[in-house]
């Protein structure tokens, strides 16, 4: 019912900057809390950073605090990712997922969300 489509990935430089796009279908958009999450090979999937349905709350993981920044703009039906001063450990594949409801104190928790995207690789140099 909900279809994301992520992109901007691709090879970085450490120290560098990216944006990664997550677009959605339908019209309904502004329903969901948004979240991007990240997989390497041999490693759980992780939390990254989440949007509330306004955009006027937000969430990060410790590990990209003060590095990375969520945005959305429900006219466009497209949240935002903004990455600065990567590091090699940000190497994954980011995903983002959506969040029927109210319920923001279940951010965080990957089963909590309805619809996901397949993902984009981001990988950074060393």
């Known amino acids: 019912q909900v279809q994301l489509v992520e992109s901007g990935g691709g090879l970085m430089q450490a120290g560098g900057s990216a944006r990664l796009s997550c677009a959605a279908s339908g019209r309904t958009f502004s329903f969901y809390i948004i979240s991007w999450f990240r997989q390497a090979p041999g490693k759980e999937r992780e939390f990254v950073a989440a949007?509330?349905?306004?955009?006027?709350?937000?969430d990060y993981a410790d590990s990209v605090k003060g590095r990375f920044t969520i945005s959305r703009d429900n006219a466009k039906n497209t949240v935002y990712l903004q990455m600065s001063s990567l590091k090699p450990e940000d190497t994954a594949v980011y995903v983002c997922a959506a969040k029927a409801g109210t319920t923001w104190g279940t951010r965080r928790v990957s089963y909590e969300y309805d619809y996901w995207g397949q993902g984009t690789q981001v990988t950074v140099s060393s």
């Open positions: 949007i509330s349905q306004s955009g006027d709350v937000l």
